[in-house]
């Protein structure tokens, strides 16, 4: 049986107008007709929404003459009620889910366009969606078979409620903050995908169930985007398990309703960083099913349900029973192409296969015959003792005397059309090794072996006396041993099966454990990757070469990634020597305050650096130690000196005295500095020297700039310059 697909059209939102539907539904005939009467009048739009067809038609939007049509197993369009979906797609599940089918219902489609109003609905009672109505129609078809039986069939019902939010799996009946940041770990159990550590819901009653519900989706994540103010940022996965008792046999089976998340188109969304995040992930999974429907469609042989949690939970095509997709639509314009997509992959899903298979029952009491296959070759001449050790069965009659001139056989009566002798040693065949224990059999068992013999008179009337009761008996006993050997020997290959189950279980755990930590790391890694990249290209090299170093771990073989980081490495030393040297200053001058600030900040700055004995780039990018960085003798100095003019207040002055002597020195005019006192002109050429070296750093860094002296510190730091010297200059320039 195929997925059932059934398109529903949502109404005009206020902020829509009628001008703008664009989606029909009829037959081509209605449809060329009502295109041609719809004119300007767009209510006739609106009504043609009300036809009730199993096609749905947009216009192709490169072609606006043209129509795409598309057909599924039901069309719902703007004016079908809440209630009349349920009635006609969802109600008729619920018989088989009792019956022991799983079924799985989810809403697909784009965001804004009904899922969460189709599958959870509004608080009235005509807005209640499929979800509320479906667990009503649960209690009140359990109510009933139960009260058709007599009580003597009883149904339970548990739920699970969880949200898949960023690829991450969460439990909604626990509080947001008791998540952890991986979220529960997803487990392959006999063909079916389950979450482990995931609670479950004993509700009895439909007003338990509300509020349970209610309660879960306060947790699930929900945000106001441009297209939805109460989008949904997660696929929510309700599961109703439902246990039928019966007096002989246990049935479970689940219904799965699934209110997915909407693909969003960005460019209309205008999401901000953190919706971003999440829209990538939702359209990563919706993509990752479309992918999945692709691929069951053209009968790939790897179909790739593992790239996203979503698509493994919904496992379309693998899981057996029923499924039902709703695809919700939004009748507008500006949803064309989203629209066109959807109804592209609902097409295609509606051609995908489901076994509709019932779950396995579990037999209560001893296991039926029906599951020991081995017992078949014997089992026809046996059939009613077979069904006497079964619980369901009634008990066969034990008592000899009370039956001496019966037949011997109910047993055989219905079954054996051979001569009991023949029979019994039908019987007897497989059990030839025990003969002799039965020949040696004390006087109370007689032995079988006489009747092989031709029988004397006496012995004919003793076997024909001993057949009556005592062959049923024995025949039942020795059928009831080997039944009992069987069941033990089942029992013990049951168990360890059941160890070996268990056993691959773990090993299976442990590797899925593996992947998805090595998935995850390496999603942490790229995530690095991706970081560097960004500071890389904004040109924040330190940033850069940090976000790499983190991603290292992840990638321990990679060379291109040891290549980019030594690369990286040497040019944020290059760069952190360059920042060593005073900074070119921001404006052509200054103002006197600017000066003053600027200095004092650098001082502050450096000050922290000669503390930290580092620079605190290095120390950010990693570069604990001094040996990291090869530090030239006379940036050392430099150093030095500057501890000297920090603990001097008179260099931090910013008056004309000093605005002077730093014009001179910015000048660079030999003439002019050799005059200052202190200086010579071998000095003075020494100083304009350094100044042009300074000028030269720079253009190496790509920077080009002008160097000028700032500060009475900076003017210390230069070459052949002592602090000395500079309170000399400072003191002998006329204010
Ligand atoms: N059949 C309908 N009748 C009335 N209103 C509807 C119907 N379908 C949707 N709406 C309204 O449309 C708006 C969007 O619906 P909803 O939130 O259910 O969309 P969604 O597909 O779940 O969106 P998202 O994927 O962003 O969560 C809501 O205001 C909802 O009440």
């Not at 006489?450 to 012995?459: D, F, G, T, V, Y």
């Not at 071998?682 to 160097?707: G, H, N």
């Amino acid at each position: 049986m195929s997925v059932r697909v059934v398109a529903r059209i949502r109404p005009l939102l206020k902020s829509e107008r009628e001008a703008d539907v664009i989606l029909r539904t009829g037959s081509a005939a209605d449809s060329k007709s009502r295109q041609s009467s719809i004119g300007d009048k767009s209510d006739k739009k609106l009504a043609a929404l009300r036809d009730r067809d199993n096609v749905v038609r947009i216009p192709n939007p490169k072609n606006e003459g043209e129509e795409y049509a598309f057909q599924f197993n039901g069309v719902y369009d703007a004016t079908v009620s809440q209630q009349e979906l349920f009635d006609a797609e969802v109600a008729p599940t619920i018989k088989h889910l009792l019956n022991g089918f799983d079924v799985t219902l989810f809403a697909y489609g784009v965001t804004g366009t009904g899922k969460t109003h189709t599958m959870r609905g509004g608080k009235t009672l005509a807005d209640r969606g499929v979800i509320p109505r479906l667990l009503s129609g649960i209690y009140r078809r359990s109510k009933k078979i139960e009260k058709d039986t007599e009580g003597n069939t009883t149904v339970k019902v548990a739920l699970s409620y969880y949200e898949i939010y960023n690829d991450k799996v969460y439990d909604l009946f626990e509080p947001p903050e008791k998540r952890t940041l991986a979220g529960l770990p997803l487990r392959d159990n006999g063909g079916k995908t389950v979450v482990c550590g995931l609670s479950e819901k004993p509700c009895t009653t439909l007003k338990e169930f509300e509020q349970l519900y209610d309660q879960a989706n306060t947790n699930r994540s929900t945000s106001a985007t441009k297209l939805n103010a109460h989008s949904s940022r997660s696929h929510a996965i309700l599961g109703v398990k439902v246990t039928v008792t019966t007096p002989d046999k246990i049935r479970v089976s689940t219904v799965s309703a699934i209110d997915l998340a909407g693909s969003e188109d960005n460019r209309r969304t205008e999401n901000d960083k953190e919706r971003m995040v999440e829209s990538a992930s939702i359209n990563k999974s919706l993509f990752v099913l479309a992918q999945c429907v692709e691929a069951i469609n053209k009968k790939q042989h790897r179909i790739p349900y593992r790239e996203s949690k979503m698509t493994r939970i919904l496992s379309l095509g693998q899981n057996n029973g029923l499924t039902v997709m709703i695809l919700n639509l939004a009748p507008v314009r500006s949803y064309q192409l989203d629209t066109i997509s959807s109804l592209n992959v609902a097409n295609r899903t509606r051609k995908i296969e489901v076994r509709e298979v019932e779950n396995d029952p579990m037999f209560k009491g001893p296991a039926r015959p029906s599951i020991r296959p081995s017992l078949a070759g014997t089992r026809q001449p046996l059939r009613a003792l077979t069904a006497s050790v079964n619980v369901n069965m009634p008990a066969p009659i034990k008592d000899a005397a009370a039956r001496d001139d019966d037949k011997p056989v109910k047993a055989f009566s219905v079954y054996s059309d051979k001569p009991q002798a023949k029979l019994v040693s039908q019987i007897r065949k497989p059990e030839a090794p025990k003969r002799t224990s039965l020949s040696n059999a004390p006087s109370g068992l007689p032995s079988l072996k006489p009747a092989r013999q031709p029988l004397s008179a006496q012995s004919a009337a003793q076997y024909d006396d001993l057949s009556a009761a005592r062959i049923e008996e024995m025949v039942e006993k020795k059928v009831e041993e080997m039944l009992a050997m069987r069941a033990v020997s089942e029992q013990s290959k049951q168990t360890q099966v059941r160890e070996l189950n268990e056993q691959l279980q773990r090993r299976l755990e442990q590797l899925e454990q593996r992947i998805e930590g090595t998935e995850d790391a390496r999603a942490e890694g790229l995530s690095y990757l991706l970081m560097a990249k960004q500071h890389q290209a904004r040109g924040e090299d330190g940033s850069a070469l940090r976000m790499y170093q983190l991603a290292a771990p992840h990638f321990p073989h990679n060379q291109k990634l040891a290549g980019k980081i030594a690369t990286l490495k040497e040019r944020v030393h290059a760069k952190a020597w360059e920042q060593k040297a005073p900074s070119p200053p921001k404006g052509k001058t200054g103002s006197m305050l600017s000066l003053k600030k600027d200095s004092t900040q650098t001082l502050g700055k450096r000050q922290a650096n000669s503390r930290d004995d580092d620079h605190m780039d290095l120390t950010y990018n990693g570069f604990s130690s001094d040996e990291d960085v090869p530090r030239p003798q006379h940036k050392k100095r430099a150093l030095a000196k500057l501890a000297q003019i920090e603990e001097d207040p008179e260099l931090l002055d910013s008056s004309p005295r000093t605005m002077h002597l730093l014009s001179i020195i910015n000048s660079r005019d030999v003439s002019q500095i050799k005059m200052l006192k202190g200086v010579g002109a071998k000095k003075a050429e020494a100083l304009v020297d350094c100044l042009c070296e300074m000028d030269q750093t720079s253009m190496d860094a790509d920077d080009a700039y002008r160097f000028e002296v700032r500060s009475l510190a900076e003017l210390s730091q230069l070459k052949g310059v002592g602090v000395k010297t500079v309170e000399n200059m400072r003191q002998g320039v006329l204010a």
